[in-house]
């Protein structure tokens, strides 16, 4: 018997059938030199043809360290303002999504000063498969100190627009639409020059009624994410519906021209690309977004937050986004933000403001410039909390 050396586990392609995974390396007992590797094939006859949980998880694992493309380029932590927002957020015992979910752009955006606050605590009764946010019922009433305390935050940073989304809530008679409002009266109370942008769940059950009290509440943008295409929400949105998702960005601009505000209220959508759609069923919900009036859509790469997560199913290039943001334009968007690294709330303010000026939208969507040393390429970096 040939002693055993550390376990190794690795993914090889094993022709069309399947996959293997390599057995446990050896050591040979007269050079001590490893044995070359063995690949163990699936055997349909044993597993029926389906990966067993060590080979799935041997998969995940290397999937989730390979080497990421080029232009995954983030900023690193610590530059510009991190460190004061950072402390702005301990200070008032605020949760965000840049955090919870793992966000690559955290170096950018605190940097900037900027975060996108998530209210009604870290815990989400929905399991999308490709979010990083906790999930559980978290059982609690909801912080009747939270809209005061964020509000503060928003005036301490000096935001002008503030964007605010939420885990899903929906164990609470109003899923949490009454936090949204009592937190879009208390920044405007504080800091009436700040714009307030609303990236709210879809209040599963109480649709009409949960929107009303947001809407009443008069956000400057109401934003629900579609995030996928219909074909893949049974699959990695098992609670979402497409359907709904469509009907809660098209009545919140009927609620508003009801509501009869001055100017309907901007609606806006992200999506995330590379969790197995094909380019032009992106193309399609483009067009039944523009059907519903939408005004502003981000489109951005799908990163696996950990090896519990959906795997990428590819890295969509950049020239790729860029066609599927001039498409949108083409349709008639106000603004088209589309980049491996954009997420729904990247630049919100620069999204609100091209989709004013329409001519500002590509502008608006570039990058920062940084220097190289300023830069890393994503997974290079472990997701931080700050
Ligand atoms: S893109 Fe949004 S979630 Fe990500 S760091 Fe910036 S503000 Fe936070």
Redesign the pocket.
């Given at each position: 018997m040939w002693p055993d050396i550390e376990v190794e586990r690795e993914p090889v392609k094993e022709g069309a059938r399947g996959v293997g995974i390599l057995e446990r390396m050896q050591l040979d007992p007269v050079t001590q030199e490893p044995r070359p590797r063995r690949v163990l094939p699936v055997d349909p006859g044993t597993h029926g043809g389906r990966l067993t949980r060590e080979q799935k998880q041997a998969i995940s694992a290397a999937s989730l360290s390979e080497p990421k493309p080029p232009w995954l380029k983030i900023k690193l932590p610590g530059g510009g303002r991190f460190a004061e927002t950072a402390a702005v957020v301990r200070e008032h015992g605020l949760h965000?999504?840049?955090e919870e979910?793992h966000?690559?752009?955290?170096g950018?955006?605190?940097g900037r000063g900027?975060?996108?606050f998530q209210i009604l605590g870290d815990t989400c009764t929905r399991a999308c498969r490709y979010c990083n946010v906790a999930t559980g019922i978290p059982g609690t009433e909801p912080d009747p100190l939270e809209p005061g305390k964020l509000a503060n935050a928003v005036h301490k940073m000096g935001i002008r627009h503030a964007?605010v989304t939420s885990v899903d809530r929906d164990e609470l008679p109003d899923k949490g639409a009454t936090q949204f409002a009592k937190t879009i009266h208390a920044i405007r109370r504080r800091s009436p020059g700040t714009s307030i942008e609303v990236l709210v769940p879809d209040f599963m059950g109480l649709e009409e009624e949960g929107l009303r009290i947001v809407m009443d509440a008069r956000p400057d943008v109401y934003a629900h994410n579609t995030e996928t295409v219909p074909r893949l929400y049974r699959r990695i949105r098992p609670k979402g519906d497409y359907q709904r998702a469509m009907w809660c960005l098209q009545r919140a601009k009927e609620m508003s021209r009801e509501l009869e505000w001055a100017e309907p209220v901007l609606t806006k959508t992200g999506l995330i690309a590379g969790m197995g759609e094909t380019l032009d069923e992106l193309r399609e919900v483009l067009v039944d977004l523009r059907e519903r009036g939408v005004d502003v859509v981000t489109i951005g790469q799908y990163l696996r937050p950990s090896v519990r997560h959906l795997p990428v199913d590819r890295y969509v290039t950049p020239e790729e986004f860029d066609d599927l943001a001039e498409y949108g334009m083409s349709l008639g968007f106000g603004s088209v933000f589309a980049g491996p690294?954009v997420?729904?709330?990247?630049?919100?303010e620069e999204q609100r403001r091209a989709a004013q000026d329409p001519t500002l939208g590509k502008m608006l969507s570039e990058p920062p410039r940084v220097s190289d040393a300023d830069l890393a390429t994503v997974g290079e970096v472990p997701a931080w909390k700050a």
């Open positions: 965000t999504i840049c979910g966000c690559p752009n955290m950018e955006c605190w900027t975060a996108t964007v690294l997420r729904s709330s990247y630049k919100a």
